[in-house]
Structures are given as C-alpha cells and as structure tokens.
C-alpha cells in the first residue's frame, strides 16, 4: 500500500507565506510525476502545479510567480512554497503522485489533503 501524507496547511494572512509538504510512503518502486491540486468550497478541484522526477515544473496562470514546487526524490517528498497568498486562495490543498508500485504497474494515489485559510 501506498500513502501520501500531506502536512503545513494553517490560517494565514493575505499576503503570507506558507510551505506545504507531502510525504509518499509504502512498497513504492519509483516516483513519476508529483503534483499539487486545491478545492475551494462548492468548487471543482483544480491543478495547481506539477513536477516530473527530472524536476521540470508547470503551473497554472493563477500561481506563477508566486508559488513554487519542488521535490526531494530521496525522501519522496514534494513541497508547495505559497507566496503572496489571497483569500479567495482559501482550500484544501491536495497531493497527488504517479507512482510505480515493485509490480512495475502505475498507479495515482491521492493524500487527504491540508486546509489552506487565508484571511483577508
């Protein structure tokens, strides 16, 4: 079994910063693509950024230049530095990775995700 564990989600100020992180762990063989996605309330769940194991990075329009993602491949790790929060940024925020399991087969796997307040 596989798990993604998210943590760093708090109440902030507009205008703050905070650093999010998720943790995968389990009968993982390799780490594809890990990516960072939120659900405002009565909103569909949107992408917020992704990162390919080779450490190339996308992003919506509505994050770039504030929001940076990374990974540490060797902790199986990936982080969400948030800069210049808004309220209407206001979610939970949610981890997702492609993940090779030892049987060579790919899988997506979810974390329960962190809430994100921001107070204006």
């Known amino acids: 079994q596989v798990q993604l564990v998210e943590s760093g989600g708090a109440l902030v100020q507009a205008g703050g910063s905070l650093r999010l992180s998720c943790v995968a762990s389990?009968?993982?063989?390799?780490?594809?693509?890990m990516g960072w996605y939120r659900q405002a309330p009565g909103k569909q769940r949107e992408l917020v950024a992704t990162?390919?194991?080779?450490?190339?990075?996308n992003y919506a329009d509505f994050v770039k230049g504030r929001f940076t993602i990374s990974r540490d491949n060797a902790k199986n790790t990936v982080y969400l530095q948030m800069n210049s929060l808004k309220p209407e940024e206001t979610a939970v925020y949610y981890c997702?990775?492609?993940?090779?399991?030892?049987?060579?087969?790919?899988?997506?796997?979810w974390g329960q995700g962190t809430q994100v307040t921001v107070s204006s």
């Open positions: 990162i390919t194991s080779g450490g190339n990075t």
């Open positions: 997702n990775g492609n993940i090779v399991l030892f049987n060579r087969k790919e899988y997506s796997y």
């Open positions: 389990g009968s993982i063989f390799r780490i594809n693509a």
